[in-house]
């Protein structure tokens, strides 16, 4: 339920402003004796020429002498109107609206009929899957998920680093020292070796670095030798590729790289020279952006060859014309944030308006404390060492604590649960805070069952199914009953009214209905850290809950209450899981 959008509604009668303008101002109290929400009456003070004090006094008075049924009572406080809930009324809306929506809850259709193409992963073909592209491809699968939660129809684009020099060094690195008995065996690696004895062997012999030009020359001339190995080095890559996006649950609608816009360059880059934009620099054609306090955009090499920008120019042009979209993302590294200043910057110099709809959507450093990775010296962490890792780890606490606990599982079921928790805990410390903050992998934080971790949110989820399933004498394996006809009627105002809930359960329902706020905020700022820090606090919030309500030991009407607030965090626990691309687990 909106209770920005009810009290904006409820003031809009004695203020001179419009719902969204109201709901704009409203602030959250920094202390609970200030209400649930306030409206600050600075703003009114300039329009009305009285004290903002004089003008919230009015106003409390006002909505006093025509209380709404979701308000309990309205003070002024100073220049503020604060609001206090009628916390019965807010507890039964909430949980049977969560309840009812179940996994639609916290979606609307505030994007209908408008598409958002999201790139993201673009790894580069016959190089390994190291933790470096893990931030790009979790984060966009997120933003993906969290666009179509508010209605947008979202195109998921994977851009494969698929074209460029480095393919030239690659065919050269094949010729002088490839194995194709390894090749066949582990072609990943036989292709990440000779990558890096390239780059060793080019440092003394830069004749290496020529041949490897002229290698890409002909493949970007669609010579059948270099183009036939090229194309073996892509399936290689793909078969890789798509066994780690299945286990971080990531897909995508369209896998066009950088090869595939190689053929359209030509015509941008005689659009761009119709238009007077190109100019030439040392050999080299670039666009100057002198206007706009940019360095120039180079747009062909001296030598004719194609670069980024030039691609990434074709690229956008390409993909307008095909989905006219609304947003075009690019989920891709901050260090990159000039190059995509640069390639917008163009397009708009071209005249092409749709330019203002591309957005850089960038991202922080992955750190080790004790390693660095650099493909080129060979030293990279690969993802899918880092996933196994976490999922060992996670297996030996699991079978700690089931010792502990005297609980059995057995080796199949501990298997299936810690890759869960496993890969989820990876997922969740991407997403963990503002995505523009470098990460630092510490594993005691990464698979703590406390505090702000991934398995801290799967057992809080674990922990309320498990009172469900207690309550309702099935086992954790079974699937839980629907919500029956006398459950809904526990929930409702009147019901929920004669009951002496502790403050806690007021507490947590508060936490469970900004969820769909978070979900709104998190699609505006590209942010899925507002959604963790949501699920987060709920968490907090049932934790509490439970140390202090002795749920199944209450009355019939009072349990059925709180057994539905336990649905109901279950569930926003669930959508929000999703929401970031994480697996629930019934017991831990």
């Keep these: 339920m909106n209770y920005k959008s009810l009290i904006a509604k409820t003031l809009m009668p004695y203020v001179n402003l419009s719902e969204a ?87 609307n259709d505030t994007g209908k009929g408008q598409t958002v193409l999201l790139e993201y992963s673009s790894p580069n073909i016959a190089k390994p899957f190291h933790v470096g592209h893990a931030f790009t491809t979790i984060l966009g699968a997120s933003l993906a998920r969290l666009y179509e939660s508010q209605g947008y129809k979202v195109v998921r684009l994977n851009h494969l680093g698929d074209y460029g020099t480095q393919f030239g060094k690659l065919i050269v690195a094949y010729e002088k020292w490839g194995d194709e008995a390894a090749l066949q065996k582990d072609p990943i690696n036989e292709l990440l070796r000779i990558y890096v004895k390239f780059h060793q062997e080019a440092k003394k012999d830069p004749s290496l670095e020529t041949a490897a030009r002229s290698k890409f020359k002909n493949l970007e001339d669609g ?45 941008v880059v005689e659009d761009l020279r119709s238009k007077h934009l190109l100019e030439e620099s040392e050999g080299a054609q670039v666009v100057r952006l002198d206007e706009e306090n940019l360095p120039p955009c180079l747009v062909l090499k001296s030598d004719g060859t194609t670069i980024y920008a030039s691609r990434d120019l074709a690229a ?64 990279v962490v690969l993802l899918e060492d880092l996933l196994n890792e976490a999922v ?3 297996a030996e606490i699991i079978r700690a604590n089931n010792a502990e606990r005297q609980q059995e599982m057995s080796e199949a079921e501990i298997a299936q649960t810690a890759e869960k928790i496993g890969v989820s805990a990876i997922m969740y410390i991407f997403q963990k805070s503002g995505r523009e903050r470098d990460i630092v992998f510490d594993w005691q934080e990464i698979l703590s069952f406390e505090g702000d971790s991934g398995p801290y949110l799967q057992y809080t989820y674990s922990r309320a199914q498990s009172i469900l399933h207690k309550a309702y004498n099935i086992p954790a394996t079974e699937p839980l009953p629907a919500t029956d006809t006398a459950d809904a009627a526990a929930i409702n105002a009147a019901a929920v009214q004669g009951l002496n809930l502790n403050e806690s359960t007021y507490a947590l329902v508060k936490e469970l209905a900004k969820y769909s706020e978070a979900l709104t905020l998190a699609v505006k700022q590209n942010e899925p850290f507002v959604v963790t820090r949501c699920l987060n606090s709920i ?50």
Excluded at 225 to 251: A, G, M, P
Excluded at 353 to 373: E, I, Q, S
Excluded at 574 to 584: E, F, I, P, S, Y
Aim: glycine letters at 4%; aromatic letters at 14%.
């Design 223 to 267: 010579k059948e030798y270099e183009t036939k190995l090229w194309q073996r080095f892509k399936d290689l890559s793909l078969v890789e590729f798509n066994r780690i996006y299945r286990r971080l649950h990531v897909d995508f609608d369209c896998w066009n790289g950088e090869s595939f816009y190689s053929n359209l360059i030509p015509a």
């Design 21 to 107: 303008e109201i709901a704009a101002l409203l602030e959250n109290p920094p202390k609970a004796d200030l209400g649930d929400s306030a409206f600050p009456c600075f703003n009114l003070a300039k329009i009305q020429h009285k004290s903002p004090v004089v003008i919230a006094q009015e106003l409390a008075a006002s909505v006093t002498a025509n209380l709404p049924d979701y308000l309990q009572t309205v003070k002024s406080t100073g220049p503020y109107v604060n609001f206090f809930y009628n916390q019965a009324y807010f507890i039964s809306e909430n949980i049977k609206e969560i309840n009812t929506a179940a996994a639609h809850y916290g979606q």
């Design 392 to 394: 060992n780890k996670t």
């Design 539 to 588: 968490c907090r919030a049932f934790n509490r809950f439970y140390t202090n309500t002795p749920i199944l030991k209450a009355a019939d009407a009072e349990k059925r209450v709180l057994l539905a607030v336990c649905r109901a965090t279950v569930q926003v626990l669930a959508n929000g899981m999703q929401m970031l691309g994480m697996d629930t687990v019934d017991r831990m």
């Design 316 to 379: 956008i042009m390409y993909r307008y014309k095909r989905w006219h979209f609304a947003k075009n993302i690019y989920v891709v590294g901050i260090p990159q944030a000039l190059h995509f200043k640069q390639v917008f910057a163009v397009l708009k110099k071209a005249g092409y308006d749709f330019a203002d709809n591309c957005v850089h959507v960038g991202f922080g450093l992955v750190k080790f404390p004790d390693a660095k990775f650099s493909t080129r010296e060979g030293k």
